[in-house]
């Protein structure tokens, strides 16, 4: 079964740091049109867009003359109050995803609750504090905001791995997949919001 009306959302977002357009289609193919100024975010966000089947086009303008925090964490928020608009009720979704992702020796694990109470759990170290230019610790900042404003549980854990580069992609492949699981639509469910409440606050 698939909904009746389209899963998408535009969002836009300006701040005295950033600038940024999003539009998001959770039931895509796949394909990304995404420029942030930051070679490797921009990566990571066609991985994500890929491996979720999602349709994301992000653009972004941000203070990178500072550093690259505010870009990395105002990119996170957009995507989150797009993903959370686009979701709606989330009427007939499976409301939960999992996945474990190898990339080469990384081994990253996601879990997703669509719950609308935010929380973010990460445990994930990396070996080395920078990323080309791009701090590794902002990985975290991500995932933290996109948790936040998409109104969703995220368990990111690092189950092994020591190159950088495959332990981030491993994380943002991980979290795709268990995004395209949990905002699937479910045959077996119909209208029903996945709770027992009724509603799933956003």
Known sequence: MRQAFPRRAEIARETAE??????????GTGRAEVATGIGFLDHMLHALARHALFDLALSAKGDLHIDMHHTVEDCGIVLGQALR?????KRGIRRYGQALVPM???LAECAIDLSGRPFLVWQVPFAAPKLGELDTELFEEFFRAFAMQGGMALHMMLRHGRNTHHVAEACFKAAARALRMAVEIDPRAGEAIPSTKGVLEA
């Open 85 to 89: 608009a686009a979701l709606g009720e």
């Open 104 to 106: 080469d020796e990384a």
């Open 18 to 27: 950033t600038r940024i357009r999003a539009r998001l289609d959770l039931d």
